[in-house]
């Protein structure tokens, strides 16, 4: 599975940015999620969602603000951010686990990984 994550850019704070996972095959019974990478940082989990889309998983830092979702017709998953932040800035990467597996905030229970899309928020 090849992903590719796309709708970074440069936002004020307050603003919205909606990113966008392309998946090169069905990947519907796949969980998938978001994570991201600030400047001197680990990289951390965002959130998650089901391969139906009925459960999804948010960090605390973003619930409220991020919803992610996914249209399985078209291979892809997005990332609505809203009120975004400064702390938002980061290097924000799509990711997926092999069929069948369960939810996980994990980094590393991840299989397939996007080549990330920068996020910056300005004060």
């Known amino acids: 599975v090849q992903l590719q994550a796309s709708g970074g850019g440069l936002v004020q704070a307050g603003g919205s940015l909606r990113l966008s996972c392309a998946a090169s095959?069905?990947?519907?019974?796949?969980?998938q999620g978001w994570f991201r990478q600030a400047p001197g940082k680990e990289r951390e989990f965002v959130a998650a969602?089901?391969?139906?889309?009925?459960?999804?998983y948010y960090a605390d830092s973003v619930k409220g603000r991020f919803t992610i979702s996914r249209d399985n017709a078209k291979n892809t998953v997005y990332l609505q951010m809203n009120s975004l932040k400064p702390d938002d800035t980061a290097v924000y990467y799509c990711?997926?686990?092999?069929?069948?597996?369960?939810?996980?905030?994990?980094?590393?229970?991840?299989?397939?990984w996007g080549q990330g899309t920068q996020v910056t928020v300005s004060s």
């Open positions: 990711a997926a686990r092999r069929l069948l597996l369960g939810a996980s905030t994990t980094l590393t229970d991840y299989d397939y």
């Open positions: 095959e069905r990947t519907f019974s796949s969980y």
């Open positions: 969602i089901s391969g139906s889309g009925g459960r999804t």
